[in-house]
């Protein structure tokens, strides 16, 4: 007799007891085990919720200290030539010197353009020897003077003896009055001598001021460079007549050049006279100078300020005209340098960041942007201390608790 199927007989007779005879005692014992799974598995689940509202929203963050940045004001703008000038004929004369080329450097001084003579030299000969003639009528006057002088001299000595005779009855009226008449006549000469002598010196000062004209005139017959500086255009050509005011030529300066710049009225204030600037040119060239000239006057039309930057150019590399970068540097500010991805938006629109609190709570913070840069952006408006999100900052709002994970800010 086998064993197995006389168990496996047992089992069933005593499982169908249960069935029919002890049902409801069966019943009820499933129904508490069921009870108690079920308890347990709501007692863990709430333990789970509990635990991950305790822990927060996994975040990545960064501790951002605040650190002080050059700011700056940037310009488009060109480059200026410190002078330029069209030289032009001063009198009239026909050409009678070599033309320079443009391009060509000439020092402050060389002469550009040069006149024929004609007949200026005689006219100063001539005003010269005027001024020698005028020059002998002076002694002439003088020695009329003198001598006029003395008549006076003679006639109020013999006036003054006619008049005692008279009284005395030695001489008769007719003596004293020719006297009288003698000495008027005296003095008139002497007035005439006096013109005479003021005639002489004056004949003097017009045969100066005629030598001198003379000479100026001769002087224009040389057209020279006001300055130092490169020739745009070519000098006149040889055998040319000029007239006056006729250009000879036209004559830049670019040592030392400025950049010109508009900078609008929102950032007029950030920039001062003496401040250091920048520029980056067209060509690629980098270049530094100072700022010598900020306009007090706004352009009616852009309602711009002109600025002016003064920059070395020795080796005459930058050219009239080009354009140019324009960097103005400006008081310091302190900011926060962050990653451009860290940057969000409130839901009115507003740029900012999303920070963590002391207590792991999110808190929205609205930032203004100042530079961009290969390593991230500059912004301020923050706390000089504070902890930035990084990672995840959409997938939280404020007042939500988070377990942020530190990383290295950037330096």
């Given amino acids: 007799m086998k064993v197995f199927p006389v168990i496996t007989a047992i089992v069933v007779c005593i499982a169908l007891y249960f069935v029919v005879f002890e049902r409801d005692t069966l019943f009820n014992f499933a129904g508490e085990q069921t009870a108690d799974t079920q308890a347990g598995d709501a007692a863990q689940d709430t333990a789970a919720v509990v635990a991950d509202s305790n822990a927060g929203v996994n975040v990545v963050a960064i501790h951002s200290v605040a650190q002080t940045i050059d700011s700056a004001v940037i310009l488009r703008g060109r480059t200026e030539a410190a002078r330029q000038v069209t030289v032009a004929a001063e009198t009239s004369g026909l050409v009678i010197s070599e033309p320079l080329r443009k391009g060509t450097f000439v020092q402050a001084g060389d002469q550009l353009c040069r006149l024929d003579a004609g007949t200026r030299q005689a006219s100063l000969d001539e005003a010269r020897a005027r001024l020698a003639e005028a020059r002998e009528r002076v002694p002439e006057a003088l020695a009329g003077v003198t001598e006029a002088t003395a008549r006076v001299r003679e006639a109020e000595i013999n006036l003054n003896a006619a008049r005692r005779l008279s009284e005395d009855g030695f001489a008769s009226e007719t003596r004293l009055i020719s006297a009288q008449a003698t000495m008027e006549s005296a003095q008139a000469g002497v007035q005439r001598a006096n013109s005479a002598v003021a005639s002489a010196q004056a004949g003097i000062q017009a045969a100066q001021a005629a030598v001198a004209a003379a000479q100026r005139e001769i002087e224009r017959l040389s057209i020279a460079a006001p300055f130092s500086g490169l020739l745009e255009t070519d000098t006149t050509e040889l055998g040319a007549l000029m007239q006056t005011g006729s250009p000879c030529a036209t004559i830049i300066q670019l040592d030392p050049i400025k950049l010109v710049g508009f900078v609008p009225e929102t950032d007029v204030t950030k920039i001062a006279t003496g401040a250091t600037a ?55 500010r302190t900011a926060h340098l962050i990653a451009q991805s860290a940057l969000t938006l409130d839901d009115d629109g507003v740029l900012g960041v999303r920070t963590i609190d002391a207590d792991n709570l999110v808190k929205f913070m609205p930032v203004t942007l100042l ?27 404020d007042g939500v608790r988070v377990t942020p994970t530190f990383r290295e800010a950037k330096g």
């Avoid at 700022?291 to 300020?305: G, H, N, P, W």
């Avoid at 530079?371 to 709002?397: C, H, K, M, N, S």
């Fill in 278 to 332: 920048g520029a980056r040119l067209t060509t690629g060239q980098q270049v530094r100078g100072q700022v010598t000239f900020l306009s007090r006057s706004a352009d009616e039309l852009t309602r711009t300020f002109r600025v002016e930057v003064t920059v070395p150019n020795a080796d005459q590399a930058i050219s009239d005209g080009q354009t140019a970068e324009i960097i103005v540097a400006a008081d310091g």
């Fill in 371 to 397: 530079r961009d840069t290969a390593q991230g952006v500059w912004v301020t408006d923050l706390p000089e201390t504070v902890d930035i999100i990084t990672v995840g900052q959409e997938f939280v709002i």
